[in-house]
C-alpha cells in the first residue's frame, strides 16, 4: 500500500519479480484497476520481472542490469499509482505511444544516483558501499559503442515508418529489397551497422502496436535525457523536485498536449544534446 503526505491512501502496488516455469519472459507493468475519479478507484498497479531466484538461504543478488529494469517498471508503475485523472481511459500511462516510455526510462537514471545507489548497493556480507571505482566502471561502459546502438535503433525505426507508409494499392513487396531500398533511401544501409530487426521478426511493429512508432525509443531518450538534466541544473533529487515532476508529468495522464505538457515541466520543447551527452556523443 502506498499513502499520500496527508495519511491517504494512494493505491497498491504488486510486484512479482522471479522466474517461474510457468511466467511469460520480459518484464512489463500493467494495472489491475485503473485509477478513476468518476468511480471512485484507487489504483492497483504491479510490476512483473524475471530475475534468478536464489536457492533456500541464498542472498538474492541481482545484476545492474536487472537493477536498472527494476527502475525502469517502477518508473511505469509511477506513472499509474501517481494518475489523477476523471476517467480510466485517459489516466495513468494511458499515453501515446512515444510519450509512454517517458516516465519509466527517466525513473532508470536514479539507479546509479549517489543518493539511492548509497541505499542499496553494498556488500551483502559487509555492508560495505560499493567501491567507487567499480561505480565510475559502470558509468563509462553505458557510453560504450553507443554509436553503434544509436544507428541501429535508428535504422530500425526508420525501415519500420517506411513499411507502414505503403500506400493500400500498392503491390505485394519482395521482403530484402523493399529493406535494402528503403534503407539506401536514407543513407542507413550500412553493412557495419544493420538494422537491429529484419522484417519478418519485426514482432514489434507487427503484433506489439509499434506500427510506425518504433521511433518511440529513440525519441523517449531525447526526452528522458533532457527530463533529467533539468533535475541536474536544479539540485538533483528532493523532495520539492520530485513533486514538480509528479504534479507536471507523472499525475496529468493523457489530460494534456504532450508536448505541451513536457515544455511546461523542463521550460522550453526538447532538446537533443542531454541525449547525446549521456551517450558519449557530444
Known amino acids: 500500500m502506498f ?6 491512501q494512494l493505491g497498491l ?15 512489463w507493468m500493467d494495472n489491475l484497476v485503473p485509477q478513476s475519479k468518476l468511480f471512485g478507484n484507487k ?15 541464498k ?8 537493477v536498472t529494469t527494476m527502475f525502469h517498471e517502477f518508473g511505469h508503475g509511477l506513472h499509474g499509482l501517481f494518475a489523477n485523472q476523471q476517467y480510466s481511459s485517459l489516466s495513468g500511462t494511458n499515453v501515446a505511444r512515444d510519450y509512454v516510455e517517458f516516465p519509466s526510462q527517466f525513473n532508470e537514471h536514479w539507479a546509479s544516483d549517489p ?12 555492508g560495505a558501499p560499493m567501491p567507487q571505482a567499480l561505480l565510475d566502471k559502470i558509468k563509462k561502459a553505458s557510453s560504450f559503442n553507443q554509436g553503434h546502438i544509436f544507428t541501429e535503433a535508428l535504422a530500425a525505426a526508420d525501415l519500420d515508418m517506411q513499411w507502414h507508409t505503403i500506400a493500400a494499392e500498392a503491390p505485394l513487396q519482395d521482403v530484402d529489397k523493399f529493406e535494402a531500398e528503403a ?3 536514407t543513407n542507413l544501409n550500412l553493412s557495419y ?4 530487426y529484419r522484417s519478418s521478426y519485426f514482432l514489434h511493429i507487427w503484433s506489439n502496436g509499434y506500427a510506425a512508432g518504433y521511433y518511440a525509443y529513440s525519441w523517449t531518450s531525447m526526452l528522458e535525457n533532457d527530463a533529467f538534466s533539468w533535475f541536474q ?4 533529487l528532493s523532495r520539492a523536485n520530485g513533486q514538480r515532476f509528479r504534479d507536471l508529468i507523472l499525475s496529468k495522464g493523457n489530460t494534456e498536449d504532450l508536448g505541451k505538457m513536457f515544455f511546461n515541466f523542463r521550460g522550453h520543447d526538447p532538446d537533443i544534446k542531454p541525449m547525446l551527452r549521456k551517450r558519449g556523443l557530444l
Open 3 to 8: 499513502w499520500i503526505k496527508d495519511g491517504s
Open 13 to 27: 502496488f504488486y510486484c512479482d519479480y522471479y522466474k517461474r516455469d510457468n511466467k511469460d519472459g520480459g518484464a
Open 43 to 57: 489504483p492497483v498497479i504491479y510490476n512483473v520481472c524475471n530475475f534468478t531466484k536464489p536457492e533456500a538461504g
Open 59 to 66: 542472498p538474492a543478488l541481482i545484476s545492474f542490469d536487472d
Open 115 to 126: 543518493k539511492v545507489l548509497k541505499n542499496y548497493a553494498v556488500h551483502y556480507q559487509t
Open 183 to 185: 534503407l539506401k533511401k
Open 193 to 196: 551497422v544493420p538494422p537491429r
Open 233 to 236: 541544473e536544479n539540485g538533483g
